[in-house]
T-cell receptor
Framework: EAGVAQSPRYKIIEKRQSVAFWCNPI?????LYWYQQILGQGPKLLIQ????????DSQLPKDRFSAERLKGVDSTLKIQPAKLEDSAVYLC????????????FGPGTRLTVT | AQTVTQSQPEMSVQEAETVTLSCTYD???????LFWYKQPPSRQMILVIR??????QNATENRFSVNFQKAAKSFSLKISDSQLGDTAMYFC?????????????FGQGTILTVHP
């Protein structure tokens, strides 16, 4: 079974530029999560999708961050414009049927904003 | 709101010895799940072990076991026969079975170094 795929693995941009991250969850997993992990801290949930609907985006900075999961499969997270404090690892995770609490993580994208 | 606290920023252990990582949490929910995740330098977050709050028996997975004290809201991880490959950041995490369903709340992490 293929794991959660993410791309790119690394990205360096200047502040005020835009960037997009892509995630493909494990096949058949209905729930998809984006987490932000700042260096030295635990991951923080940005947004949770159930199929193609948003379940929780309470911690997503909506003035600059957006995310979509149009067909209920893969997802894109965008930042526009980026700030220095957005430098972090962005982790995508997925989980299976309702009641399945285990989340499987992708390798993450390390973003550096200069 | 749930909180997860890991009070040990760093730990070290000699190869083949045993080490225990601490975690406490705070919640008003009665139904929840607790996890330990391992994150090596490659950044891949790997599930080590899980515990359902309604189960009194402590979970074990090979060399990894937990000491779950529900009344004290404590969830420690014991690694026996430590191996060099256990070197990583370890995160304690919580999912509630109620309104916070699906959202993992992580602790700050503990860096574990296994020395040869």
């Amino acid at each position: 079974e293929a794991g959660v795929a993410q791309s790119p693995r690394y990205k360096i941009i200047e502040k005020r530029q835009s960037v997009a991250f892509w995630c493909n969850p494990i096949s058949g997993h209905a729930t998809l999560y984006w987490y932000q992990q700042i260096l030295g801290q635990g991951p923080k949930l940005l947004i949770q999708f159930q199929n193609n609907g948003v379940v929780d985006d309470s911690q997503l900075p909506k003035d600059r961050f957006s995310a979509e999961r149009l067909k209920g499969v893969d997802s894109t997270l965008k930042i526009q414009p980026a700030k220095l404090e957005d430098s972090a690892v962005y982790l995508c995770a997925s989980s299976g049927p309702m009641g399945s609490y285990e989340q499987y993580f992708g390798p993450g994208t390390r973003l550096t904003v200069t | 709101a749930q909180t997860v606290t890991q009070s040990q920023p760093e730990m070290s252990v000699q190869e083949a010895e045993t080490v225990t990582l601490s975690c406490t949490y705070d919640t008003s929910e009665s139904n929840y799940y607790l996890f330990w995740y391992k994150q090596p330098p490659s950044r891949q977050m790997i599930l080590v072990i899980r515990q359902e709050a309604y189960k009194q028996q402590n979970a074990t997975e090979n060399r990894f076991s937990v000491n779950f004290q529900k009344a004290a809201k404590s969830f420690s991880l014991k690694i026996s026969d430590s191996q060099l490959g256990d070197t990583a950041m370890y995160f304690c995490a919580f999912i509630g079975g109620g309104t916070s369903y699906g959202k993992l709340t992580f602790g700050q992490g503990t860096i574990l170094t296994v020395h040869p």
